[in-house]
């Protein structure tokens, strides 16, 4: 294998991964209160169709924070910190949103997506404060 291949094998891999940095990053890294990272699908809007929807933009308020050059910081590493968010509220918010995107407008029936009641209120507050 020479040199330039193996160069050109590498810039394919990575451009499959995406990562989360600039603005045509594949995630997001969503950060809890207690510092554990959740990274989360953004499809870039080129890329964007009605079938690949964006885990991301289930949420109003991260997809606020996300669109629009300069009006925050968290759109130049696609990283966003919630300061009132504990981690097993956020890691809660995460599988919402997967069960959100896969069941949308889905013709299967759609199962129940269980909340137990101790993180009930939490979740509540979140997904306000989300707007999802």
């Known amino acids: 294998m020479s040199a ?12 499959t991964y995406g990562g989360c940095e600039g603005p045509d990053a594949t995630y997001v890294k969503l ?6 990272q959740f990274f989360i699908k953004k499809v870039p809007k080129q890329r ?5 929807y964006e885990l ?9 924070m996300l669109s629009g050059p ?8 696609n990283e966003v910190n ?3 968010i504990p ?3 956020l890691q809660k ?7 959100k995107v896969r069941y949308t407008s889905s013709a299967t029936e759609i199962p129940e997506f269980n909340i137990t009641p101790e993180v009930a209120l939490e979740l509540l507050m979140a997904a306000n404060f989300l707007d999802c």
């Open 70 to 77: 300069g009006q925050y910081s968290e759109n130049e590493s």
């Open 48 to 52: 964007y169709s009605p079938t690949a």
């Open 4 to 15: 330039s291949s193996s160069a050109a094998n590498d810039a394919k891999e990575a451009k």
């Open 82 to 84: 919630f300061r009132e």
């Open 56 to 64: 991301a933009l289930t949420s109003g308020t991260i997809k606020a």
């Open 31 to 36: 950060v809890s209160s207690d510092g554990h």
């Open 93 to 99: 918010v995460c599988q919402y949103f997967a069960y």
């Open 87 to 89: 981690s097993h509220v």
